[in-house]
């Protein structure tokens, strides 16, 4: 992820790196920049408060000390920020209120409690910022930026980073954020000439987190044996100078295990992708899309190895976490559920194949769907393909149940998947007739599905 580091300027904010715990605590009153009484203030200058990193406590808090403790010490500073607001009179402009609203709302983003953490870096706190300038308006859009690159808005990211090299002299921090994005949006020649440019800056020699830049660049570009070189070299460093922060240890991890899949070493990402879960569980907890993340590489390794059985149980609890966060988003859902159905055709006749079931996927697509639908990420004929595939795997959940003689349960996931199927075919139609894409033949499948579950579902049928 991107790191929260700031251009150096006077006063300017920086926020740690790193990121921690999920949760959901209670979601105090956002500011407004609107003055309770009147709109004089409105007209009045800007107040000249200064700021320095050190005054970014909440945010600067390692969040490693679990699930349960890192809630905990959130919430602690959701209450303390609501009684600051409450004594402000909800003024965004009084004193100490926009350095607690920016504060607060990078420790939302570290936690990925990332709906808390938009409500906070709001439109009206980005135009205050920017009325105030440096360092103010730097230290929010780099957090802004975070935010839009975990809620899987990279474009939007890269805008904010590109506004940030803009408003401030040249800095490596800015050129490696800047890395960070092209490569996550395909643009990994672009990505690893950043990484270049902040090494050249900084004096010529790569550090730890540097090689770490560059082994991920190079994987993307093909270059897979240069980034298993750098990141195993990267590796012992970050083990030596960094105990103190394992979540970073465990994305390093995580790296490493993607570099050794796409060079085909499966059993070897299997290793570092099991250490990042481990790391992640214990120190953010099974909720955090960290966690997740490291749980889906674990599954596709294992898929890679030929053990279909493992890797399904690896991506049902990816699946679970992703299904309920505060970054959900269309791609990765349907592309855990393409594969867990190619799981289950691979795991048909081995030893222990019944863990191997659809089934167990059922309540978090439930989940899913509501949590997209939300985020009206349900809306357009991407969401239509989505909710078609959910369809399909309910369907087959629904004749799972019905073999076994369930036939309450398979009636009830049989109605949920024509809902979906209904849904999809109306998605599905309007983009095409749109000319966004030509989903003519997704759409004859979904409406044939969709008849028969209507069949199925009939009074009359036997």
């Known amino acids: 992820g991107l790191r929260r580091r700031l251009p150096a300027a006077p006063s300017s ?14 979601t105090p009153a956002w500011p407004s920049s ?38 905990q010490v959130l919430r602690g500073f959701e209450e303390e920020y609501g009684r600051l607001l409450a004594d402000a009179s909800g003024d965004l402009r009084a004193p100490g209120i926009l350095r607690a609203t920016l504060d607060l709302g990078a420790a939302c983003v570290k936690n990925y409690a990332l709906d808390k953490a938009d409500a906070l870096l709001s439109p009206a706190v980005v135009d205050e910022c920017r009325q105030r300038g440096m360092p103010w308006d730097l230290k929010c859009l780099q957090d802004l930026a975070t935010l ?124 570092h992708f099991r250490r990042a879960a481990e790391l992640h569980a214990a120190h953010v907890g099974e909720r955090s899309p960290l966690y997740g993340g490291a749980v889906d590489g674990l599954s596709r390794a294992l898929q890679a190895e030929g053990r279909p059985i493992d890797a399904f149980d690896a991506l049902a609890r990816a699946f679970e976490v992703l299904a309920s966060g505060d970054g959900i988003h269309p791609t990765p859902i349907y592309d855990l559920l393409v594969r867990a159905e190619a799981l289950v055709a691979a795991a048909a006749g081995k030893p222990g194949a019944s863990r191997v079931d659809l089934r167990r996927l059922a309540p978090f697509i439930a989940d899913a769907r509501a949590n997209l639908a939300r985020r009206r990420l349900d809306a357009d004929g991407n969401g239509g393909v989505l909710l078609h595939k959910m369809g399909q795997v309910l369907l087959t959940c629904a004749n799972l149940e019905e073999d076994a003689g369930q036939e309450a349960a398979a009636w009830d996931l049989r109605t949920r998947a024509l809902d979906l199927l209904r849904r999809s075919l109306e998605l599905m139609e309007a983009a095409t007739e749109a000319g966004e894409a030509d989903l003519s033949e997704l759409c004859a499948i979904a409406g044939l599905q969709a008849g028969l579950a209507e069949a199925r579902l009939s009074p009359d049928d036997e």
């Open 13 to 26: 904010a920086a926020t740690a790196a790193g990121a921690s715990a999920w949760d959901e605590p209670a």
């Open 34 to 71: 609107a003055p309770s009484a009147g709109g004089a203030r409105d007209r009045a200058p800007r107040p000249a408060e200064e700021v320095s990193p050190s005054d970014f406590v909440w945010s600067s808090h390692p969040f490693n000390g679990g699930e349960a403790e890192n809630a």
């Open 148 to 271: 839009r690159f975990k809620q899987h808005r990279q474009p939007e990211c890269a805008e904010l980073l590109e506004e940030v090299a803009s408003r401030s002299p040249p800095h490596p921090a800015t050129q490696e954020n800047l890395g960070t994005v092209y490569n996550s949006l395909g643009k990994h020649r672009l990505a690893l000439e950043c990484f270049q440019k902040a090494i050249e800056m900084k004096g010529g020699r790569p550090e730890k987190e540097d090689l770490w830049n560059l082994a991920l660049a190079r994987k993307n570009l093909g270059e897979h044996a240069a980034a298993i070189e750098t990141l195993e070299s990267a590796l012992p460093l970050f083990l030596k100078e960094s105990a103190d922060k394992p979540v970073t240890i465990a994305k390093v991890h995580d790296s490493l295990a993607e570099c050794f899949l796409a060079a085909g070493q499966a059993a070897d990402a299997s290793g």
